[in-house]
């Protein structure tokens, strides 16, 4: 079944409006709030080869559960980004990792340490339940 132009023209539309209303809300400036964009070419450097712990969200722009986390992981991040990683990674156009790590499902939260899968926590969770995750990990 092909997918009337229009349609997607006005699917797309609402999706911007929405996206620009959460990010209203939760701005995010990259790197201040202790979240780092990562891809394909730099994921090996700036998360498996990182000094301290990371821990990555793996997600999509079109996936409602991962826009709702995208908060919850800035406010987490933002209160240990002195002692791990936080990494955000779009599956879209970096598919190479993705398939790599075997994320299957997003929203999926994987921790590193020393370059390995420690952990992970697939799907929408609460603040608490993503700090449970990682402070085993976090050093200091």
């Keep these: 079944m092909d997918e009337d132009p229009e349609v ?4 797309d539309e609402k999706m911007k409006a929405f996206l620009d209303r959460r990010l209203a809300e939760d701005p995010r400036d ?3 709030n ?7 070419s730099d994921f090996a450097e700036r998360i498996l080869r990182a000094s301290v712990p990371a821990v990555v969200d793996f997600w999509a ?3 409602g559960p991962c826009i709702d986390m995208e908060p919850v992981f800035l406010r987490v991040a933002a209160r240990h980004k002195e ?4 990494g955000r990674l779009n599956v879209d156009a970096n598919r190479a990792t993705a398939m790599a790590h075997f994320v299957r499902s997003i929203p999926t939260m994987v921790i590193f340490q020393d370059g390995e899968e ?3 926590v697939v799907g929408r969770v609460s603040e ?10 976090i050093s200091g």
């Design 83 to 86: 002692k791990m990683v936080f």
């Design 30 to 32: 990259d790197e201040p």
């Design 8 to 11: 997607r023209r006005i699917m």
């Design 128 to 137: 608490q339940e993503l700090e449970t995750a990682i402070m085993p990990y």
């Design 34 to 40: 202790g979240v780092i964009d990562v891809s394909d």
């Design 118 to 120: 420690k952990g992970r």
């Design 61 to 63: 722009s079109w996936c």
